[in-house]
């Protein structure tokens, strides 16, 4: 082996060695930057990506969703439904949720969707389902009640775009 | 798409929805009978599989590099251990396909670059040695390596969920006392290099338990602050913009470094006692979010080093070497001189931009180049380049670490994905800084590069525990509100 060689040798393995950083690097940039922002046009909402698309979870996914594109594990609702769940006040205030076709639980147990710890709230105390398209909002028989809009739910109400939705300390709407 | 917005889950802005497997309910609309789950794309494992090959390819090529530098040839064999190596890793890779899909897809990569690395740079000593079949302690290394890897793959496949690990909080804090305590057992204990935190029988199957210690420490740690930090952060009196604890709370601050303070009298080994000590005061730092915590435990070690590097000899000849390596007095002194530190600076040296090459340098000069030095050996070969490109790994590692810790959704798994990556990088940071003279030179092992079984197992099951961590953040991505 002449020297020569072995200097070239030596430059290729340090080439590579610093592309495999630079190739990891690159694949976490997401991390660094930032996510990327997509604009959902409304008449198009099935075919732009949820918010979910980002996590491809590892839940058992609807039969339905076998023909939308594999990289979407819950497709958002049809028609021009909630897409989100921000929390507008509270200790997380500005949290985002992604819906999806789940029901969602509210409670201070640990199986619940959205956990909210305080003095105010109970073990199971809200569900929202997604029914005929629309978001129906049920209490769960909780102490301190949830309120629509600032009135207690008894029976379980729609619950329409943009209506506060209080439970314990922590309000919350559903946005497009 | 080719972002990956989602390597870790989720931004605290952006949770998924419950997993549905999780509720007691079926989902709105029930897959029809026959189709019992839809299998995913893989993306992350994809991602990772392409990032392994690449890991391997590298791993290869510093073997082959190291025979053609330092015989002239290149000789199957090793290469063939190396390759048994990589099928134990795609193991790995393939047992989280199954078992930890939503993993973070770097951890196994990197570590397996770091693995080979140290591999080829300890068959380079073994060359210049003239060290063969199970003298050589690359083979050793390899050996040991799969062996890490196996429990890895135990641990991620035993340990379904972090959360188990909170329910023997105490249990692990007892085990790391057990192991801490093993090596000062008489006839089990074995003294070497003045440092007594081997055990082993006669010279066989050597252990340092030490290592295994830091990962219950970090699990008891983390247990015990979820349980109990809010006595130590609520209370207390403000004085000098900083909220000071109570004198009562102070208790376990003192018994870990009082825990520490014995390491260094009893076991004569000044790194374990800042590693162990570090790595309490950090996660105390990051579930109580006090800097009060910060400023008085370091006040605390510097205080119990200088009283150390006063009265114990070992301690103050390694402060004299750092101060003054190249006096003729130092320099020669034997025991405790600074000869080895000053061996390194020189091969450092050598080694220049780009490294002299693999097996083309003379590392073997510097005493125990395989082990404490081997970051000396490898920035030699592969010169600031190189040296740099391990660091920025090392980052990355770490990184990770961090972000896995910030992405959980439990108090429990963030602290102990904090502690678990801190701990490496500590530990990189006592070597690394010791080797190039930026703190005191101490005895501790450079994770996954060092010849040893002990770190490699340890360090493996951390990578594990990290890889599980990652897993479980993304399967139970649930909104917290804690009022």
Redo the contacts between chains.
Sequence with gaps: MSELTLLVLQLGFLLLLWAFIFSIVYALRSDLFGQRVRKLQPESAAAAPSPAAAFPAAAPVAAAAATAPVSRPTTPPAGDGPLRLVITSGQKAGTEFPLGRDEITIGRSSDSAIIIRDDYTSTHHARMMLWNGQWMLQDLDSTNGTFLNGARVTVPVQIPLGATIKVGATTFELRR | ?S???????????????????????P??????AG????R??Q?LRN?EFW?LL??C??NA??IV?VQ??AL?RVDTQLVLLGAGLSVLVFGLHIAMRFVA??AD??LL??AT?LNGLGIAMIYRIDIADGDSGWQSAAVRQIVWSAIAIICAIATILLIRNHRVLFRYTYVAGFVAIILLMLPLVPGLGQNRGGARVWIGIGDIATFQPGEIAKIALAVFFAGYLVRNRDSLSMVGKQFLGMRFPRARDLGPLLIVWALSMSVIVFQRDLGTALLYFGLFLVMLYVATSRLSWVVLGLSLFLAGALIASQTLDYVNNRFQNWLDPLSDARYNADPGGSYQLVQGLFGLANGGL??T??G?GSPELTPVPQSDYIIASLGEE??L??LF?IL??YV?LVA?GF?IGFAGQDDFGKLLGVGLAFVIALQVFIVVGGVTRVIPLTGLTTPFLAAGGSSLVANWIIIALLLRLSDTV??H???????
């Design positions: 798409m972002d990956f917005d989602g390597l870790i889950g989720q931004t605290p802005s952006a949770p998924t929805p419950t997993a549905q497997a999780s509720s007691a309910q989902p709105a609309s029930t897959p029809p189709i019992r789950r839809i995913m794309p993306r991602l990032l690449m890991a390819l590298i090529a510093s590099l053609l530098g002239g899909r939503d897809p770097f990569p990197i670059v780009i490294g090459g693999w083309q592969l010169g380049a190189g490109a920025a790994l990355l990770r972000r993304r399967n991505p649930r909104l917290v509100i804690d009022g």
